[in-house]
């Protein structure tokens, strides 16, 4: 913006900055000529009731994607914006106005509407001029105000060294309420980037890594890949000088080759479409320099098919799968290289087919079928679709054939406004945004109601829960994934249903350890600013507090990871209660044992078999044990349940960590009868805690009742009868 306004300065050479190779590309209307359009720009305004002159370039791209626009705001914006930038000079020697007139020459090629090109030519004017907003505001309307106050930088002298970022944390939230806002910006850095080459290398390489960093990823979070794309071709000769020579001269050395396989392809792609009566055009498409690059790092040496993509445009959707069945039909697919973007269009609002076909040589060509109205959103994206918030005329409605999603609140701009917000200083909101940023790929997951919830890629079940219950989610305690239970740490994929297990405790506080299952900014701030606010609990969590275990009454609190048994922490036996079931053999004067492994109670069905020293062991008889037993040839002893129904039993549970839980979960089993005689807590694995309980009861008819009153227990998810194989 007006980093390069001097006022005045005196005309001095043009440096030019990275030269892109003259190679062919997609169609585009040529560059401006700034020294010609400056002089057009030093004239003057015009008669009221005409045009000047400078702007023709911008009315005539603007007139091909809106022919009844009422240019009048625009003639008036020029107007004030010449008058107000007169007399500064860019760095390059230009007239400062030339650059407003560039910015909005881009975005009147990406299909801008008139509001948008009204704020361009005007959004340098409050930061650099004595123009004022409430100024803009009686001449153009309030949209246009917005938009201009949405890209205008802070000033360093209140700010300093958060200038920077506190200027994209107020743009960013001017975007969340008009993404105008955004392409505003970033048609701005890119006529910037453009002209770096007369900048000291010290701040085209701060520059460039800002828009390496922010920039581009903005740019294509919103579909914006015209920008995109020379954006990155642009840092890549800045950052990267040397492979970006290595790189243009790949795709000149390929520009000069007498054959093309691509050319090729196209031709018989075009022989098979016209047979099938598709109308298609089908065109090449030259990756551009960061993409031949990339390439190149990942395949080694580039064939002829490497340096481009065959695009194929058609008219309706139908025909999109029609050109797929026939290239499938007549060429070779490569079946694994099969997207369908139509179907479920990417977070960007891209929509495409994308295949390959391979020739005889081997050779593989890539192609993208889409629509045109889906090349049009696919090269421009939220840019393409005019002002969203003005509703949809009927016309608008029918052609675009349900293509049009609204771009008003993305998710990833909603997940990001979220947690700005959270965010302490400016230097944890730059480095927070540009971590966000850099995940560039967005996945979808269901909730059980039948809502979504937009992720990046990567995140998890802790992410999913502060994405839908923000610091609420300090209270789950575990998630099912596709109807199966998970820990916090598990990686969600796209497509997956994911429900939230959150627990009833009002003191419930998140864990340590889920700052590394977070993937996202809002996640992982919550968290922190939890524990920034609760230091003995944070203390206490990587501490650990002391366990303590009381039979058949609630425990104070212990801690999962350590073990109890009745001889340390628990009250012992009374002696009128019976050790076990009574269990009746068919071997009189031997002596019975209740297998440990499977602790049998009635009314379970039993088998018996007799060991060493005269005594049967009683097993349940899906006991793994049993099997071996048989196997090894032990001798069978018919048994039977006797009179007393007394017993005792070990039962394993499983859980969600969370404070109290051990309390809570003894406390059920004492109000049911059981006397625990040991208990056994293994550490906690994932957020995942085992116990293990040997308890008696005075009636092996009350065991149920006893499994049910532990899953009860919030956090608690299993209890089941034990089995230990190896016992």
């Known amino acids: 913006m007006s980093a390069e306004a001097t006022n005045p300065a005196s005309p001095g050479p043009v440096t030019a900055g990275p030269v892109l190779p003259t190679v062919p590309r997609r169609k585009a209307r040529s560059r401006l000529d700034l020294r010609r359009l400056g002089r057009a720009a030093l004239l003057g305004p015009t008669a009221r009731d005409r045009l000047p002159d400078a702007i023709g370039h911008v009315v005539e791209a603007h007139r091909s994607h809106y022919p009844d626009a009422d240019l009048d705001a625009l003639r008036r914006a020029y107007v004030l914006a010449e008058s107000s930038h007169r007399g500064q000079m860019r760095k390059s020697g230009e007239p400062y106005i030339t650059h407003p007139l560039a910015v909005t020459l881009i975005l009147a090629e990406l299909g801008a509407e008139t509001t948008t090109l009204t704020a361009s030519l005007l959004h340098d004017t409050v930061e650099d001029t004595d123009v004022t907003l409430d100024q803009v505001r009686e001449e153009f309307g309030e949209e246009v105000r917005f938009l201009v106050d949405g890209v205008t930088k802070l000033e360093k002298v209140d700010y300093g060294a958060a200038a920077e970022p506190e200027t994209f944390r107020k743009m960013l939230v001017a975007t969340g309420n008009d993404v105008r806002v955004m392409s505003i910006k970033l048609a701005d850095r890119l006529h910037n980037m453009r002209t770096l080459g007369v900048m000291r290398p010290e701040k085209q390489a701060r520059i460039a890594k800002v828009t390496r960093d922010v920039l581009i990823p903005l740019a294509e979070r919103l579909g914006v890949q015209a920008l995109?794309?020379?954006?990155?071709?642009?840092?890549?000769?800045?950052?990267?000088?040397?492979?970006?020579?290595?790189?243009?001269?790949?795709?000149?050395?390929?520009?000069?080759?007498?054959?093309?396989?691509?050319?090729?392809?196209?031709?018989?792609?075009?022989?098979?479409?016209?047979?099938?009566?598709?109308?298609?055009?089908?065109?090449?498409?030259?990756?551009?320099?960061?993409?031949?690059?990339?390439?190149?790092?990942?395949?080694?040496?580039?064939?002829?098919?490497?340096?481009?993509?065959?695009?194929?445009?058609?008219?309706?959707?139908?025909?999109?799968?029609?050109?797929?069945?026939?290239?499938?039909?007549?060429?070779?697919?490569?079946?694994?290289?099969?997207?369908?973007?139509?179907?479920?269009?990417?977070?960007?609002?891209?929509?495409?087919?994308?295949?390959?076909?391979?020739?005889?040589?081997?050779?593989?060509?890539?192609?993208?079928?889409?629509?045109?109205?889906?090349?049009?959103?696919?090269?421009?994206?939220?840019?393409?679709?005019?002002?969203?918030?003005?509703?949809?005329?009927?016309?608008?409605?029918?052609?675009?054939?349900?293509?049009?999603?609204?771009?008003?609140?993305?998710?990833?701009?909603?997940?990001?406004?979220?947690?700005?917000?959270?965010?302490?200083?400016?230097?944890?909101?730059?480095?927070?945004?540009?971590?966000d940023l850099a995940q560039d790929r967005e996945i979808t997951v269901f909730r059980p109601d039948g809502g979504t919830l937009g992720l990046p890629e990567g995140a998890t079940c802790v992410d999913a829960a502060y994405a839908q219950y923000g610091e609420d989610a300090h209270a789950c305690i575990g998630a099912r994934v596709n109807g199966r239970l998970a820990t916090l740490s598990t990686v969600l994929k796209d497509g997956d249903t994911v429900q939230l297990l959150m627990g009833q405790d009002p003191a419930s506080e998140p864990s340590r350890e889920w700052l590394d299952h977070a993937h996202t900014a809002a996640a992982r701030i919550a968290i922190q600013r939890w524990l920034a606010t609760h230091p003995a609990s944070a203390e206490a969590q990587e501490e650990g507090p002391v366990p303590t275990l009381q039979a058949g009454e609630a425990a104070a609190r212990p801690a999962a990871g350590n073990s109890v048994t009745a001889s340390e922490g628990a009250t012992p036996r009374t002696a009128d209660r019976p050790a076990a079931a009574n269990a009746v053999v068919d071997q009189p004067g031997a002596s019975v044992r209740l297998a440990g492994c499977c602790t049998p109670v009635p009314p379970d069905e039993v088998i018996g078999f007799s060991v060493r020293g005269g005594a049967v062991t009683v097993h349940r008889v899906e006991c793994a044990a049993v099997a071996r037993m048989k196997s090894a040839g032990r001798a069978e002893v018919g048994v039977r349940w006797g009179d007393t129904t007394g017993c005792r039993v070990t039962l394993f549970a499983e859980s969600f960590g969370r404070p109290h839980l051990l309390a809570d979960l003894t406390e059920a089993m004492a109000s049911e009868g059981a006397e625990i005689v040991s208990a056994t807590v293994e550490p906690p694995s994932q957020q995942r805690v085992s116990h293990t309980y040997t308890v008696e009861l005075p009636d092996a008819a009350h065991l149920p009742a006893l499994m049910r009153a532990m899953r009860n227990v919030p956090g608690v998810y299993d209890v089941s009868r034990a089995q230990t194989p190896g016992a």
């Open 228 to 435: 995109k794309t020379e954006l990155e071709d642009l840092v890549f000769a800045i950052l990267l000088p040397e492979e970006y020579e290595h790189t243009r001269e790949l795709i000149v050395d390929n520009a000069s080759r007498a054959d093309d396989p691509l050319a090729e392809m196209a031709d018989e792609m075009r022989t098979v479409l016209r047979d099938a009566d598709i109308p298609a055009e089908v065109l090449i498409r030259p990756r551009h320099f960061v993409s031949v690059h990339r390439r190149a790092r990942k395949r080694g040496r580039l064939r002829g098919t490497d340096f481009g993509r065959l695009l194929v445009l058609v008219n309706e959707d139908a025909d999109c799968y029609g050109v797929l069945g026939e290239l499938h039909t007549c060429m070779t697919p490569v079946v694994s290289e099969f997207k369908d973007f139509i179907a479920v269009p990417k977070f960007n609002l891209y929509q495409s087919l994308h295949t390959a076909v391979a020739r005889g040589d081997g050779q593989v060509a890539e192609v993208l079928i889409r629509t045109h109205q889906m090349h049009k959103v696919a090269e421009a994206g939220v840019v393409a679709l005019g002002n969203p918030y003005a509703p949809p005329s009927e016309e608008q409605t029918v052609s675009s054939d349900g293509e049009r999603a609204d771009p008003t609140r993305p998710g990833w701009l909603s997940r990001l406004l979220d947690w700005q917000e959270a965010a302490p200083d400016p230097d944890t909101f730059w480095s927070t945004l540009r971590e």
